[in-house]
């Protein structure tokens, strides 16, 4: 979107903060597949970059800017596994503020070893640390085997069941763990992390990157430098692949596990049944959900909580403009964006429609008609791979339709000069109290136009909005319960031509009185003034160019004019509304 866009869609993205050093500009690839998707959606931006507090204060500034949907796919990795951290909590707040977030699960598929400490009795010193033990992975075992692509740099993430004090506060960790790397002979170390856990967070964080030009084998080994044996490990990788003692375990941390954030996987938008494959095919490296959450935000056990995370899996691989690579399955020269930073904002930009249609409905009914009607991959129900499924939005949609006090057989809008003609019909009315017919220049700020009566099901309606202003217009109509609940009409988008119709006029509203003043020394005046509903409120006409009405004869807060002027043999038009309060 922007002034350049040839569809009317002229609202820029609103950056609010922009990261300032090199980056890959991925940020604007997820915004290219919301608008794809939902391109009437009003997009904001916030970079992600910066560390976890700039993140934080990112989330809190796209909710004060008033998305009501918000959509990420970064993951710090001193973010906590077994705890709630800063990300999680502050991603659940704004949910519970009636903002949807959704965030990509993660491209790690099932890389992660979990285990509880098997302590192995050692007493070498390495780097200024003596360690009274080491965890074996399997009797005589104190390594595990990890392969590195040729130029590839592995990041490996160790932590362990213990409170975040970034999270919680004092006392933080008790325990000291660290990871080594060693190489593939098992002679030398080749790198590793040993930071002073005590007091603080229990995470080491290492990298490795193989120049040796061709696939190596490196090793892991985690030692206890202090405190408890009883504690749970877990490692992930990034990059690499275990070759033995793989526990393929979760890996969708962070926000990815936070309770009210819909946690989204990938599938190739082609292994899908659009593409005639019935049942969706998960792409192989979606991130796997289950780990346990141990600590709740003040480090009070909680035993263990398995969240079923990731929520839902939706479609990646489609084009953008600039960011992805280019695949020979399509016969484009675009290139395609690919995991989980690609199927999160398709599955945003769905719910944008959603709520576009249904903006009554809370980020918890969201989710659970998302994932009610979620498209079967394999398992039934639920697991930890495929989530619910594979997200349909059609169906979705048509749920809750079918869940509202009216169904919609059509709705259509035609264009007439500068007229539009909206018809519909109903195939089920059940307890409405009124039709009301919106109007907005740019799918934001939708203001009354005109009040129907229903009539009951199977009704077709119509009416008419005249004197239409030059430009974009979007329609929709509202529909009241008598509980007063709001749902809405799809909406349709027209180009109204006015060029030859003035519709502006002045008002002087006092207390009274009001006098409406239109330009030119005119000869004749026809003015008429309706109510919401259409219900003809008065006629009057006259020679000038001011009418001056009694409030009180009108009787309404809110009426329509419809003013036309002759002169010269020369017939204007003008049209609004008024408001008299």
């Known amino acids: 979107p922007g002034a350049s866009n040839p569809f009317g869609r002229t609202t820029p993205v609103n950056v609010i903060s922009e990261y300032t050093g090199t980056g890959t500009d991925e940020g604007r690839g997820m915004a290219e597949i919301v608008h794809d998707v939902a391109p009437d959606a009003q997009i904001s931006f916030h970079t992600a970059y910066g560390g976890i507090a700039t993140f934080a204060d990112g989330i809190r500034a796209l909710a004060a800017d008033g998305c009501d949907i918000i959509v990420d796919d970064i993951r710090y990795l001193s973010s906590p596994m077994y705890q709630d951290g800063i990300l999680s909590k502050v991603a659940d707040s704004v949910v519970d503020e009636g903002i949807v977030f959704l965030t990509a699960a993660g491209n790690q598929g099932d890389e992660s070893y979990e285990s509880s400490y098997t302590s192995t009795a050692y007493g070498s010193t390495w780097y200024g640390k003596t360690y009274p033990d080491y965890h074996s992975f399997a009797s005589g075992q104190p390594w595990q085997d990890v392969t590195v692509a040729a130029g590839a740099t592995v990041s490996i993430v160790l932590q362990w069941n213990e409170p975040f004090f970034s999270v919680s506060g004092s006392p933080g960790a008790s325990s000291d763990y660290d990871i080594l790397l060693i190489n593939s002979a ?164 769905s719910v944008a429609l959603i709520l576009e249609q249904f903006p009554s409905l809370t980020p918890t009914q969201v989710r659970t008609y998302i994932q009610n009607n979620a498209i079967n991959m394999g398992t039934s129900g639920f697991d930890f791979s495929n989530a619910y499924g594979m997200s349909d939005f059609n169906a979705t949609f048509q749920a809750v339709q079918a869940s509202l006090p009216l169904t919609f057989a059509s709705f259509e809008a035609s264009a ?87 519709s502006q006029v002045n008002l002087l509203n006092q207390e009274e009185n009001f006098t409406l003043y239109w330009g030119g020394d005119f000869n004749d005046y026809s ?55």
């Open 186 to 349: 098992g002679t030398t170390i080749i790198g590793g992390a040993n930071t002073y856990n005590t007091g603080g967070d229990p995470v080491e964080i290492t990298t490795y990157t193989n120049s040796s030009g061709s696939t190596e084998t490196i090793k892991i080994w985690i030692l206890r430098y202090s405190g408890s044996t009883s504690v749970q490990l877990k490692t992930l990788l990034f990059s690499g692949t275990y070759q033995n003692f793989d526990t393929q375990s979760g890996t969708a941390f962070g926000q990815a596990n936070a309770e009210n954030v819909l946690s989204v996987g990938a599938v190739f938008y082609a292994n899908t049944p659009a593409y005639g494959v019935a049942t969706p095919i998960l792409e192989s490296f979606s991130s796997k959900g289950g780990i346990p959450i141990y600590f709740d935000e003040n480090g009070n056990s909680l035993g263990g909580v398995v969240r079923n995370k990731p929520d839902i899996i939706s479609v990646d691989g489609a084009n953008t403009t600039f960011f992805g690579a280019d695949i020979a399955f399509d016969a484009d020269v675009y290139p395609n964006f690919f995991g989980s930073s690609a199927s999160a904002p398709h599955a945003a930009g």
């Open 527 to 581: 003015m008429d003034v309706y109510d919401l509903s259409g219900r003809h409120l008065g006629h009057w006409k006259g020679t000038g160019n001011s009418l001056m009405i009694d409030k009180a004869f009108l009787g309404q807060p809110l009426v329509v004019y419809k003013l036309t002027t002759f002169a010269g043999g020369v017939a204007k038009r003008y049209s609004g509304k008024l408001s008299l309060r």
């Open 416 to 502: 007439r000069q500068n007229n539009v003609l909206l018809s519909w019909e109903t195939e089920e009315e059940e307890n409405l109290s009124a039709f009301i017919v919106e109007s907005s220049p740019n799918s934001q700020d939708f203001e009354d136009m005109k009040i129907l009566a229903p009539k009951g099901s199977g009704s077709i309606y119509q009416t008419e909005l005249t004197d239409l202003t030059s430009g974009w217009h979007h329609f929709r109509v509202r529909f009241e319960d008598i509980d007063g609940t709001i749902t809405y009409s799809p909406v349709r988008r027209l180009k109204i031509d006015a060029s030859d119709v003035v």
